[in-house]
């Protein structure tokens, strides 16, 4: 019988580099968004407007860990592996948190956004 997980584990790597990833991780391909444009008589069609791909989230705090580095990030490769197997890869992204890191978790909330992401199926 296949492999039945679809959620769970996740890996995050930023520049190859493994991060100590916390809890729920979100992300956005940047596809374009449709709206629908409706009129007293009826739906008329949709409009797009784009979309910001991102991957967010929160990090521990590692002793060796450069926060001042990570928040001034740019052209960076960010990778999530998701527990279904799937990756979804963010290219020439920047750091669009705050850098923001709390003590009694040593947690750090991150967000990577770029102009697209693909989703690589296992």
Known sequence: ???QRRAGLIQLQVQGVIQDAKGNFSYNLGQPKREAIVGSDGVHGYK???QVAFIEGAITD???LDLAAL????????TLTLGNGKVISLR???FA???EASSEEAE?????????AQEISP
């Open 48 to 50: 797009e407007t784009p």
């Open 62 to 64: 590692r002793g060796t």
């Open 92 to 94: 020439s992204a920047w």
């Open 71 to 78: 928040a001034i990030g740019t052209d960076l490769t960010i």
């Open 97 to 99: 948190s705050e850098g």
């Open 1 to 3: 019988m296949a492999d």
């Open 108 to 116: 750090i909330k991150v967000r990577w956004e770029g102009a697209s």
